[in-house]
């Protein structure tokens, strides 16, 4: 079906525009870490999210890390002696598992090259309770070996057509020394040259990027080697954060870096939490959060800065993006949080490749395992599968179509170019929000006063050109259908439900609102909906 079926259409008794709506919410999901994929209930979550939210691509940490068991320098002895091999050996048995499984549910892994083994760290146990390994290696040569092996092995496995349509990301946050990384940013880069360029060598049309940095910031933390937490105090102290002059991290001087050295830059990765910590002047870091379009003023920013440097062609890729970069921010399990990554999402469509959704589970072990069904985790659904309003929200957006019939503010009304199925999405992200983010909370509680923001909205369009009696299905999310947290609350919020709790909590997550539309015997459909605060509504063609 061709751009000429948008002519038949009608909105609001105009013709229908033909914009593309780029898909940047499902291109790509992300998880924690390699590990994680091999339990049960990750696989059975993110089958799930293949199958409803169309996910294409999985990200996470650990690919190298020792419980995946791929660089081996000794034999393992357990009671015995753990006796040294002659030569290092690579094992792939694990990620096997694991890459074999995401293929298998259609989607492919866009993979993040890291974290270092112990054996090849020069610092260890730096980060979380799994204890990871942020470190540069301590014999380069040996990690080019390490990544190089590793890759020959998925075109083995795979086959090199399928390989090269992966994406290879070097590394996660460098910028956070000494979490992620505990170098310099010389030595992040020189790690990029030389994984970049080994990759390229196996085959010049697999696709490689970073620097995968996290978040803007309006300050001169970055601009050195390593962090300078003194250069954020005035960030922590400004009486107006949105104010200030928000900027990527290491963006500009990793393209100067590799254009100098004609390093090759397929694609550029970055992370968009539209919130930061910034660090006072007693030491204390400081929460701030970002006014409702960050993101995407962000995004035009990097879009600016790659077509003007020697990379004008790379691909975007946001690798993580949600409300906050915390996994115990409680926001996430809200209501609220499904409304505002709606809206980022349909406002950020046309300026990326991929807009990463951090994270699709909260089967998600940085800080251990959650405390409580409801713990803020960065997930879709819960440890238990239970589907948080996010979830809803991101299946919301893969209904709709691919050119934009109609955008506006408040929602979009879409074709499908191969069905020429017409579908809608409509959202109250209430008018008393002003130019505000739903920022971020230490407790459900806290989220609640959201649901006094207003007021309603009413949605009406009617669209031409349809099928007589045409059926469009209707779903709504708001405060009073698909909101577990709060069912969750009021039920005293406990940290163990019992079968019965888990299995209500199921069936409140599920229970939209739901009704059908018909359109008239001359093709015209009339959307009258009435939205609460807060309120999502997808309107979509049975078919």
Not at 169 to 175: I, K, L, T
Not at 351 to 359: E, V
């Amino acid at each position: 079906m061709d751009s000429d079926r948008t002519a038949l259409f009608t909105v609001d008794g105009r013709p229908g525009a033909d914009d593309p709506l780029r898909h940047v919410w499902s291109d790509c999901a992300g998880a924690g870490r390699a590990n994680e994929a091999l339990r049960a209930d990750w696989q059975r979550q993110f089958a799930e999210a293949v199958d409803t939210l169309g996910f294409r691509y999985i990200r996470f940490h650990g690919l190298f890390h020792d419980d995946m068991f791929v660089y081996r320098e000794t034999y393992g002895g357990g009671f015995g002696p753990d006796n040294r091999l002659p030569a290092p050996v690579h094992i792939f048995s694990y990620v096997d598992k694991v890459f074999d499984f995401i293929l298998e549910t259609g989607a492919r892994p866009f993979v993040e090259l890291g974290f270092m083994p112990r054996a090849l760290a020069t610092v260890t146990d730096t980060l979380f309770w799994w204890n990871a390994h942020c470190s540069p290696p301590k014999d380069m040569g040996k990690w080019v070996e390490l990544v190089t092996r590793t890759v020959e092995h998925w075109i083995g496995r795979y086959g090199l057509d399928e390989v090269r349509q992966w994406r290879f990301e070097v590394w996660n946050e460098p910028n956070l020394v000494p979490h992620f990384w505990t170098g310099t940013r010389t030595e992040y880069f020189e790690l990029y040259e030389q994984t970049a360029l080994a990759i390229k060598r196996i085959d010049p049309h697999l696709r490689v990027g970073g620097p995968s940095t996290s978040v803007f910031v309006p300050d001169d933390r970055y601009l050195g080697e390593t962090e300078d937490r003194a250069a954020s105090h005035a960030t922590a102290a400004a009486p107006d954060v949105d104010a200030l002059d928000w900027r990527p991290v290491w963006i500009e001087e990793f393209l100067t870096w590799c254009r100098e050295r004609d390093v090759p830059v397929d694609f550029v990765t970055t992370h968009l939490y539209p919130t930061d910590y910034a660090f006072g002047s007693d030491g204390n870091g400081v929460a701030l959060a970002r006014y409702a379009d960050a993101t995407y003023d962000d995004l035009r920013l990097l879009r600016d800065l790659i077509a003007g440097s020697a990379y004008p062609d790379a691909e975007v890729h946001i690798t993580e993006w949600s409300t906050s970069p915390s996994s115990r921010d409680r926001m996430h399990d809200t209501l609220f949080a499904a409304t505002a990554i709606t809206r980022a999402y349909l406002q950020c469509a046309a300026l990326a490749d991929s807009i990463s959704y951090w994270a699709f589970t909260d089967v998600f072990e940085e800080g251990g395992a959650g405390i409580g069904p409801f713990h803020g985790g960065f997930g879709l659904v819960t440890e238990d599968g239970v589907h948080k309003p996010t979830f809803h929200a991101m299946a919301m957006l893969e209904r709709l179509g691919d050119r934009l019939l109609l955008s506006t503010p408040h929602g979009v009304l879409t074709r499908d170019s191969r069905t020429a199925a017409v579908a809608g999405l409509f959202f109250n992200y209430p008018e008393d929000m002003g130019t505000r983010s739903v920022g971020s909370a230490d407790s459900y509680a806290q989220t609640r006063a959201l649901a006094e923001q207003g007021p309603g909205r009413r949605i009406r369009h009617t669209v031409g050109g349809l099928a007589p009696g045409a059926v469009f299905l209707v779903e709504v999310l708001d405060w009073d259908h698909g909101n577990p947290a709060e069912a969750w609350y009021a039920m005293g919020s406990p940290l163990n439900p019992t079968r019965e709790q888990s299995r209500h909590l199921h069936d409140v997550a599920d229970a939209l609102h739901r009704f059908t539309l018909t359109a008239t015997d001359d093709g015209v459909l009339d959307i009258d909906l009435e939205l609460a605060p807060w309120a999502i509504a997808s309107v979509r063609q049975a078919v």
